[in-house]
């Protein structure tokens, strides 16, 4: 409750000087932006460089460790032959698949246990032994009971997005400010209206941090699960790359993997922060 | 309009925090309910909105004892308590039923009244300690309550915000009069706005005394009438040797 402590300037002051300040702020980031962006590059840009180098002259052995020209071709040669397209598709409508799955359970696992303390009773215990397993664990019994085709991967990546969600569900729900609901309460809100009208909002910002690490463990599984057993996928090309020796198909599915990934929590991290601009956060990144 | 509370206590876990409180409201009174922390002004406050319900005795609103919040009362908190996901406006809004139009009109009334009317699309977060408290000034008045409760509504703001706000408060009610119960350990604040300063004392706390202020009108702060009731309060509660 820190930032509602007063300060002694004048009332209307702090309204009036806020918009020519904002003004001059977004003026001001995109040259700063663009200058923290080079500053970051130097690094792997001299990293990049020198493996190159190091790689022509021979001194890492082409079959262990690739020149960077090499994988970037090896990813070029795959987008122009058509194949590169198939396992990416295939990949990230797994994760997507499995992501959409997972967070459905947690949504309502975690809302009936956040809201109910007899649901709270009845399945929280279990889950929470449940989460214990490392979900990995899980495999050979989803091989065994699934096969190795398509339900068993996606019910994989499901279960290690369900957890984060529903565990940030939860938390987001029983720690809503007793205060707020007291708000409510003054109002004459009846449980369904406190709950849509003042716990959802006030958990909403848990909820989207679940899912941003939901997401994260999606990508993780998913490589798990092709690298189990897949004909198609970038889990799939990592297998391929081992088994015919080729170092540069490897790091191509890494960089791929590393991108995908950065770019779909690029877009949840979007939605965080149109969802949320009201937060009192310095971070905007 | 009629607040009356007959023999009002309340016991947690075994320990009885107030006892047998009773007092009666005139409609478009002030009262104060004045202690030391520790008191119960704050439970008996409670009490009465509805928010506690685990009290014995009965508050009777307009005749009503049923043990819940009710609709002609108003809460204003001692932080102000804004839902942060919603702008000024919107919080000022947030107990009205109705057309979104007629709810947005009757909100700016308000947020006019406090002197808010250009910061109505801001959000809690960039509001200072006085602004912050004036929204829930103006979002507990919009529901026009018979009864306005305050608990200790000012207590965490700078002097010179303190002394606006009960300025404000004191215009709101001449355009409003509204019954209002204030809790208070702020003596100057209590003879200041009330017209009947009621002490809570002891553990558990219990009326130990009533002070009519008699004085109409703006009072004065400091003035000769005001010291005198403060000096006779603080012998009162013994921190004061005469």
Redesign the interface.
Known sequence: ?T???????P??E??KQ?KPKQLTQSAKAKPKNLRLFLIGSILPILLIATWEMLSRVGVFPAYQLPAPSTVVSTITGMAIDGSLWGHIGITVYRVFLGFVFGTAAAVVLGSLVGFYANAERLFDPLIQAFRSIPSLAWVPLFILWMGIGEPAKITMIAVGVFFPVYLNIVSGISNVDR??I??G????LNTWQLIR??IL??S?PSFLVGLRSGLGLGWMFVVAAELMGASQGLGYLLVVGQNTLSPEIILASIILFAVIGKLSDWMLKRIEIKALH???RAVKS | MSLVLEQVSRTFGGKQVIRNVSLTAEPGEIIGLLGTSGCGKSTLLRAI?G?DTEYSGTVSINGDTAKQ?H?A???I?Q???L????TVLENVR??LEGKKEDKNAIARKYLKSV?LA??EA???????????Q?VAIARALV?SPEILLLDEPFS???A??KM?LQDLLLEVWKEFRTTIVLVTHDIDEALYLCDRVLMLRGAPGEISRELAVNQQGPRLRGSEELTKAKAEILADLKLVVN
């Open positions: 409750m930032k509602y402590q007063s300060e002694a300037a009332i209307f702090a309204s806020r205060k707020l007291e708000v309460k003054m109002y004459g009208r003042i909002p006030a909403l009201w937060q009192d | 909105s928010l919040v609709k009362t108003g809460f908190f932080e102000p308590r839902l942060p996901w919603l947030f107990g002197g250009e910061s801001l959000y809690p977060r960039e509001l200072s300690g006085g602004m912050a004036r529901t965490a703001l700078d010179f915000t606006q």
